[in-house]
């Protein structure tokens, strides 16, 4: 073996973690800058083009938390009802919520049946009996409801 080789054999590289925040969402003590770094206002931090400093990276990534919490969970289940809910928005079924006013959207509607439909393909025997149901129920449903709005 020539001495190249034997260089190349013997290099190794180092694996750095470089992420700021922990497993529970706390600012790593590494990236906690000193006490002059936090107290900076953030205008002059935004000019001079160094983003959000540590501590108001921890702020928001305790808010974040908290807000986390008070959030209820998210499941598979609630996750498709949420996009039917916008389905069913789309094909004037509910008032839209930042209006109020029911308006139709079939276009999007249809992208939306479509996208739960591929929920459905892509998880299918992965699901128990009862998401298995509700996933079909409501894709029925939906392209019921666009088939009768698309006639109108």
């Known amino acids: 073996m020539d001495p190249e080789e034997e260089k190349e054999q ?4 180092k ?13 790593k003590p590494e990236h906690r800058g000193s006490e002059q770094t936090q107290r900076q206002p953030p205008a002059a931090q935004d000019v001079a083009g160094q983003g959000p400093t540590p ?3 921890a702020q ?3 808010a974040f938390s908290q807000h986390r919490e008070a959030a209820p969970e998210i499941t598979f289940a609630t996750f498709v009802v949420g996009l039917s809910t916008q389905a069913l928005v789309h094909l004037g079924e509910l008032p839209d919520p930042h209006t109020n006013q029911a308006a ?11 996208i739960i439909a591929m929920l459905e393909q892509k998880t299918r025997g992965n699901l128990d009996r009862d998401e ?14 666009y088939v009768e709005q698309s006639r109108h």
């Open 55 to 57: 501590a108001q990276e």
């Open 132 to 145: 298995q149901a509700m996933l079909e129920a409501i894709l029925f449903e939906l392209r019921m409801k």
């Open 104 to 114: 139709k959207d079939l276009p999007a509607a249809q992208q939306l049946i479509d």
């Open 60 to 62: 928001a990534s305790k």
């Open 15 to 27: 694996v750095e973690d470089r992420r700021r925040f922990s497993s529970e969402g706390e600012l």
């Open 10 to 13: 013997t290099k190794s590289f």
